[in-house]
């Protein structure tokens, strides 16, 4: 009987027309965002458009998730592919510049409704690089201090007080270097915002000039001072851990990365965040379509099934803790007022339009980590 | 067909194999070692040796010392092992020494992790039996976590080479020496020992070779400053997608391993002469 069925529907997808197809997802990043297409995204696609299936697949976490992309893209351009085996792809806000410029993507957000809503200017320009319509954000992250009120009743509200504070209490600030995932990252690129003694803005916006980056010494000579007197972790999570277990008593994390955490249990729910000023960067993570994706048009009813308020309250804010990818004034409509305000306890949205900041574009972000590597040994 | 013919054909896939998937990549990664903005030059190196020199000679001393460490602590094993005379410990020592080797790497890092934290389950057991009090405590989640990682994982391999090696020695001479009154450490050290030392040196050298080349360990337990070249390789790739200088430093590593593979030629050809 059983094998019947399935000749029967082999004969049935033999004769039917080729209109049902499978679109294949790339998505750089944890485990959790393969998870979030396969279990949430990829049936509430094929439920809404039926006969068509979703394939996610998972290219590692971080920027090396986003690297494996943009050098799968590089590989089919240089072999002259017709259709890419890419139809939509994930990736982090540092590879969608290069995808623009080497004209690897498609122009495509005025194409679908959602692209209205979105409003912030990550979506317009990525890390220096003009990216407006080729992009919809999935979400925002933020990084912030996570800190244990028990142990710091006062928190520091600014680098400076953050400085002071460290060397007042060594080794109970704890944070992953550069090596070890991009929380530590965001905590060093947030130092030169508040010590390079150039402007942020000019980092954050560009033009890249030379000589910007030789201002940062006495900012990565204090950087390095500041290192020996706190905790190395390994990791992001690491972090956490540590955070939990109390061996430290902050360091900075990823917001959402600390709500999850929150929520499982696996850290003390008394755990607060604070966003020191001058601000720490955040990051979102864009859809993106290929120029030759071999189902164009399934991959932006897919984009806009994502980016709708629905999907971006039920998926983005309520499972995963992350701010929403389009405007938060159409998501909140969409959410009970709890998950609504869990999301904007410890940093409020006043906060998060001042402090937020981007990450350096990219020449400066390198220029940042390249003399990291060589200022904090 | 003539054999030869027949036998070349029989050998291709595998040498086909090893060309493609080997020879190839090692060539063009030496090449782009040298490759700077489509120019040749060295300018890879220097950034390499600029920025990574402390983790060049780090990842070298704590490859060598891990190495050191693994060769103690395999002829202990190899030693009891053959010239153990309390029967049960032998077996349960037989039993237990190869587990390690079925634990990947990146399992290792994660076990060691938990257990070398400062609240770990290491400073817990020891503060719990008064042997230290919690402020003493201090994580092990540096370069000492990474040797405990190599040791740990590795011993169990080069030992059971060893191990293997003193079996086979002949018994007539450890028994000759017992019955002239020589103490089992003696009977190691002057008679086992220096019967399996070609044996010993090439499991320590394919251990050298393996924690060159491994990256989670370090990832996991000290991805800091410094660090292991495979931690920098894995970054200059993934952050900057610089292959230039993460070419540079696995030829830098590379290096690194031939030299131990050299002394070892040199050692094993002097024996010969």
């Known amino acids: ?377 | 067909m003539s054999r030869r013919v027949l036998g070349l054909f029989l050998v291709a896939p595998s040498l086909a194999v090893i060309l493609f998937l080997f020879i190839l990549p090692l060539c063009l990664s030496a090449v782009g070692a040298f490759r700077v903005d489509q120019a040749w030059g060295l300018g890879n190196f220097w950034k390499a040796f600029d920025l990574y020199t402390k983790d060049i000679l780090f990842s070298a001393v704590i490859v060598g010392l891990s190495t050191v460490l693994i060769g103690v602590a395999s002829v202990a094993i190899g030693g009891y092992l053959t010239l153990g005379t309390h029967p049960v410990a032998v077996a349960i020592l037989r039993w237990l020494y190869r587990w390690p080797m079925f634990i990947p790497f990146i399992v290792v890092g994660q076990i060691l992790r938990a257990f070398l934290a400062k609240n770990g389950m290491m400073n817990n057991v020891a503060v719990s039996l008064g042997l230290m009090t919690p402020l003493d405590a201090t994580s092990f989640l540096d370069w000492r976590g990474i040797v405990i990682a190599f040791v740990w994982k590795q011993t169990p391999f080069v030992a059971l080479l060893v191990a293997g090696a003193m079996a086979s020695v002949n018994r007539e001479g450890i028994e000759a020496a017992v019955n002239l009154g020589a103490s089992r450490l003696r009977i190691l050290f002057e008679i086992v020992l220096p019967q399996v030392t070609t044996t010993l040196a090439v499991g320590l050298i394919l251990s050298f070779v393996t924690m060159m080349s491994v990256l989670s360990v370090p990832l996991m337990i000290n991805a800091q400053s410094p660090t292991m070249l495979t931690a920098d390789i894995a970054f200059r790739v993934n952050s900057y997608g610089d292959y230039g200088v993460a070419n540079a430093l696995g030829l830098i590593s590379l290096v690194l391993a031939a030299s131990v593979a050299w002394i070892y030629l040199r050692i094993s050809l002097k024996e010969q002469a």
């Open chain 1, 1 to 377: 009987m059983k094998r019947l069925s399935f000749a029967a529907f082999a004969m049935a997808a033999a004769i039917l027309p080729a209109k049902a197809a499978e679109l294949t997802v790339a998505t750089a990043g944890d485990q959790n965002m393969v998870d979030y297409i396969n279990q949430y995204l990829g049936p509430l696609f094929e439920k809404t458009y039926p006969g068509n299936t979703v394939r996610a697949v998972g290219t590692g976490a971080g920027d090396a998730g986003s690297q494996k992309i943009l050098e799968r893209f590089d590989a089919q351009s240089s072999a002259n592919s017709a259709k890419w085996d890419t139809d939509v792809a994930v990736v982090h806000e540092k590879f969608v510049g290069p995808m623009v410029t080497k004209n690897y993507l498609d122009k495509y957000r005025s194409d679908i409704a959602t692209g209205k809503l979105v409003t912030r200017d990550n979506a317009k320009m990525a890390l220096g690089t003009n990216v407006d319509g080729y992009v919809m954000p999935m979400f925002n992250s933020q990084t912030a201090i996570a800190y244990n009120p028990t142990l710091v009743p006062n928190p520091p509200k600014s680098y400076a007080e953050l400085k002071d504070w460290a060397k007042a209490h060594p080794k109970q600030f704890g944070y992953n270097g550069i090596k070890g995932g991009a929380s530590g990252v965001s905590f060093v690129m947030g130092w030169i915002y508040a010590f390079g003694g150039g402007d942020a803005n000019v980092l954050m916006n560009g033009p890249f000039k030379e000589e910007e980056t030789k201002k940062w010494d006495a900012a990565f000579k204090s950087l390095a001072d500041f290192t020996t007197n706190a905790t190395l972790t390994p990791g992001n999570a690491g972090t956490l851990d540590l955070l939990s277990r109390g061996e430290i008593a902050m360091g900075p994390v990823w917001v959402d990365m600390f709500y999850s955490w929150k929520a499982d249990g696996r850290l003390p729910p008394d755990m607060k965040l604070i966003l020191p000023a001058p601000g720490m960067p955040g990051q979102p993570m864009h859809y993106v379509i290929p120029e030759k994706a071999a189902n164009k048009d399934l991959a932006e009813k897919f984009i806009a099934l994502a980016t709708s308020p629905k999907v971006q309250a039920e998926g983005i804010v309520k499972r995963f803790n992350w701010y929403p990818g389009i405007d938060a004034d159409n998501v909140k409509p969409e959410l009970d007022k709890d998950t609504w305000n869990k999301l904007f306890v410890d940093i409020s949205p006043e906060d998060l339009a001042t402090k937020g900041k981007p990450f350096p574009i990219a020449p400066y972000n390198n220029a940042i980590l390249e003399a990291y590597e060589k200022s904090v040994k």
